[in-house]
């Protein structure tokens, strides 16, 4: 990296390529005095800018220092610090008018760029505007879509949009080999719309900005992940067998379990949400949130979860940093004081559709202390939970509450998701259970990996459609990869079920083939468990997904190595093509993968199709099923059910591992 001054201004560089250029008439900074507002219900939050007076920033002084310069403007100061591989800015700001800040970058007009946090409609971000604010994703997010029309008509907002996201992260990186991180958790606004240039909009003045470069996508990955932190090691009892997610009760639960053994399917664990009992809404059945174990459902929840222990099964729960009002840990939270006010003093409570909440307040330490000690240790951690789904954590308002450090609402927001994974990982830590529980989490932001063992790609609807099935879960675990988070995975056939939206076994298994393929299988009975396929209720079905199921845990050596080099490098565990492949193609490829380094995988993921086109980097393939040897093209090849296109690479070590569970699995048929 390196600062110049020049003749009419200033310029940063990376190894020549220029990052930050001002000229004359052509800017690098902007700010402003602009008013918007944020409305919400429910998690979803429409923000309307309604005006920004903009000034363009000129460096009136330009003063060189041993690494690069301090630049002053008119009530701005930037001190760039530029050596080796890294740029940083430090900004400041003297005029206290200012609550709008934007940064231009020079952009190239072949650049891609990915990350901003999760995104699930689109990898590639280039072409497009970017609003990152953690929500609700929406139902649907297609507004062409009739059942985007129908959720927003609901709910404003309800639909969503191919932006919304629960993890948004001020971070992209760019074709052009370096990242760009900005520290803020301000609402901001990434437009990658014009060819010359990026503009990073930000409702706050940044505290600084970082560019980071590196020889190549894998030397960025590792520098990233360095700086915000990787995830704890995944245990093996999650990476082998499959994770069932049911509810009903003791009695129910083991019949489901022993019926899936009979079927053959590795079972390493049960995720019963309703442990603490459930209420019904018109969403569907819902959880009761109140954090203990309800006797009703689990009559002795530790001696349940002790017998199936000794049976080689784990149990996991779920849990949120909220509590019903209507509960008895509320009333106790609430003499505790733990709870977020209002800031006028009375009590805040957030509608989570036909109940209200109580706000743990994860700014306080007192607060956190409680949460961890009385909930996840006393009433889960105790009791033998091997992890949870530590769910929400986007529903903090802009405004109208008080936070006990003091944080203005609007900056906490996107901050909130970072606190919770935090309270998690303390309470896991403390009890001597990291490395073995595993709590996995839909919301992230700046600094989630460090402390999230494992997330997963939250609420999308049970169908194949392009912005909320089974395609989009792929993006998602490719963006938030290259912004830092290695392990990921969803919810086999989807979650979401509404308008007439239901889940199909054709859906299901298809999704179930590349769930296989991905470090975590595990399954939902989604909102409304008896209107939609339910695999164990279905004989056929069961022994399919428990060939998959064994097709997933047989590749335990293999996933063993990448979730090392996770820890060594931070490479995630689903990857872009062009991590390895330096190829045109590659950058804008959202719906193939790398597993690793030696497996390719293409899901299927449109209906009623039984071959499926591929298209392959310069390498010698080895298709998985067949055996049939392929080199670098556009292919179409066979795809049935329950063989999803898998290529792995002629030359890794572990050809003959793959070679034999691919035999394996097709004897079983």
């Known amino acids: 990296m390196n600062f110049q ?33 944020v409305t919400a219900q429910r998690g979803n939050f429409i923000i309307t800018d309604n ?65 901003c946090g999760e995104q699930m409609s689109y990898f590639n971000l280039r072409g497009r505007t970017y609003p990152l604010w953690t929500g609700e ?31 948004p992260q001020p971070v992209y990186l760019s074709s052009r080999k370096y990242y760009c991180n900005a520290d803020s958790t301000a609402y901001a606004v990434f437009d990658f719309t014009a060819p010359d240039r990026h503009a990073l909009v930000f409702w706050a003045v940044p505290s600084g900005v970082r560019f980071t470069a590196g020889a190549t996508f894998a030397d960025l990955v590792a520098k990233q992940t360095a700086r915000y932190g990787r995830q704890p090691a995944l245990p093996d009892w999650i990476l082998q067998g499959t994770v069932l997610g049911l ?3 003791e009695n129910r639960v083991s019949e489901i379990i022993d019926r899936a053994q009979k079927a053959g399917v590795d079972v390493a664990a049960v995720w019963c949400q309703d442990w603490s009992g459930k209420r019904v809404t018109s969403f569907g059945k819902r ?86 000690e009385r909930i996840l240790k006393q009433n889960m951690l105790a009791l033998g939970i091997d992890g949870w789904m530590a769910d929400f954590g986007e529903y903090q308002p802009a405004a109208g509450i008080v936070l006990a450090d003091g944080t203005d609402p609007a900056l906490a927001h996107n901050a909130w998701p970072v606190l919770w994974a935090k309270c998690n990982y303390g309470a896991v830590s403390e009890c001597g259970r990291l490395g073995d529980a595993v709590y996995f989490m839909r919301s992230g932001g700046a600094g989630t990996g460090r402390y999230c063992t494992l997330l997963w790609a939250g609420d999308q609807s049970v169908d194949f459609s392009r912005h909320d099935g089974l395609c989009t879960v792929i993006s998602g675990a490719l963006s938030v990869g290259v912004s830092g988070v290695s392990y990921t995975h969803s919810d086999v056939g989807g979650y979401t079920s509404l308008y007439g939206n239901v889940r199909t076994k054709e859906l299901f298994l298809r999704w179930a083939e590349m769930a296989a393929f991905t470090p975590v299988m595990r399954t939902h009975e989604g909102n409304r468990p008896a209107e939609n396929y339910q695999v164990y209720d279905d004989p056929d079905g069961l022994a399919r997904y428990a060939k998959l199921v064994k097709l997933h845990s047989g590749l335990l050596p293999y996933v063993k190595t990448l979730v090392a080099e996770q820890r060594e490098t931070g490479l995630p565990l689903q990857r872009p093509l062009f991590f390895a492949y330096d190829e045109p193609f590659a950058y804008d490829e959202q719906f193939e993968y790398l597993y690793g380094r030696d497996l390719l995988v293409a899901p299927v993921w449109h209906p009623d199709v039984s071959a499926w086109e591929v298209r392959l980097p310069q390498d010698e393939w080895v298709h998985l099923w067949t055996g049939a040897p392929y080199g670098g093209g556009t292919f179409t090849v066979p795809a049935p059910l329950g063989e999803i296109p898998v290529f792995y690479r002629k030359a890794s070590d572990f050809a003959p591992l793959f070679a034999s569970l691919a035999e394996a699995y097709r004897q079983n048929d």
């Open 247 to 249: 509810q009903g009760g």
């Open 5 to 37: 001054k020049t003749n009419s201004g200033w310029e940063l560089t990376d190894n020549g390529k220029v990052l930050l250029r001002e000229t004359a008439g052509r800017t690098v900074f902007r700010v402003g005095r602009g008013s918007g507002t």
């Open 287 to 372: 959880v009761n949130w109140n954090w203990r174990a309800d006797e009703n459902t689990y009559p002795d929840l530790k001696a349940y979860i002790d017998d199936l222990h000794r049976r080689g099964v784990r149990f996991m729960a779920y849990v949120t940093p909220y509590l019903a009002n209507d509960g008895d840990l509320y009333r106790e939270g609430y003499d505790a004081d733990v709870f977020i006010k209002t800031d006028d003093g009375g009590d805040f409570l957030i509608d989570f559709g036909e109940y209200d909440c109580g706000a743990v307040d994860l700014t306080d330490p007192r607060a956190v202390a409680w949460f961890q």
């Open 137 to 167: 994703p929406g139902v649907g997010r297609d507004k062409s879509t009739r059942i985007t029309q129908m959720a927003d008509a609901e709910i404003p907002g309800y639909g969503g949009d191919y932006y919304n996201t629960n993890f």
């Open 51 to 115: 005006g920004t007076d903009w000034r363009d920033l000129y460096a009136t002084a330009v003063d060189p220092t041993e690494t690069g310069a301090v630049l002053t403007f008119d009530g701005l100061t930037v001190t760039v610090g530029a050596e080796g591989d890294e740029a940083t800015l430090t900004v400041s700001c003297t005029d206290e008018t200012v609550n709008r800040f934007e940064l231009n970058v020079e952009a190239e007009r072949d650049e891609a760029v990915w990350g």
